[in-house]
């Protein structure tokens, strides 16, 4: 690809979305097996090892174009990260930082799980925990994705992102228990 091809190639592509960009349909169930041979394939042809015989301007419209590539493939990988992209490209402000309102019986939910995490001791403790935070997850992205795909109510989607949110967060803290149980 010459420079110039480069740099219309990349001007082009960074004025898609994220899922455009993969070819993909905007959804928040998605194959990830095509998204990663998608982001595979695009990166074999952008990667600024491939351009270092370009001049300037090829290579920075290919580094441009890796880096924008590498950040939409990290958002659509991550379902927290899917929704949220999701939820902005139609509309809805998540304001995740200033609304944190969460139903009482989840919060409940939550200061039980974290105070069974830390009278956690040993592995088989972490793993029934991680196993409950493992299908709690399965089942709001299942939620999530009838919100977003099924009646596209973008707006009751951003509760369920705050909840996925929650868990994403407990499945960090579980993750560093067995690091402390390790160390």
Do not use: W
Not at 141 to 157: L, M, N, P, S
């Amino acid at each position: 690809m010459s420079a110039a091809a480069a740099k219309a190639s990349t001007s082009e592509d960074l004025k898609k979305n994220h899922f455009e960009l993969f070819g993909l349909t905007p959804a928040y169930a998605l194959d990830l097996e095509h998204l990663d041979r998608a982001y595979l394939d695009i990166q074999s042809h952008i990667h600024p090892d491939r351009h270092a015989q370009a001049g300037d301007a090829g290579r920075r419209a290919s580094m441009e174009m890796t880096l924008q590539v590498n950040e939409a493939h990290r958002t659509l990988k991550s379902p927290v990260q899917r929704a949220k992209y999701l939820l902005e490209l139609n509309g809805v402000d998540v304001g995740f930082e200033t609304n944190t309102a969460m139903p009482p019986d989840f919060l409940m939910e939550q200061m039980e799980l974290r105070e069974a995490l830390e009278g956690a001791r040993e592995p088989e403790a972490l793993g029934r925990l991680e196993k409950k935070l493992f299908e709690d997850k399965e089942r709001i992205e299942a939620q999530i994705a009838e919100r977003i795909d099924g009646v596209h109510d973008y707006a009751g989607a951003a509760e369920l992102v705050r909840k996925l949110m929650f868990l994403d967060k407990l499945d960090e803290e579980i993750n560093a228990a067995y690091e402390a149980l390790d160390g």
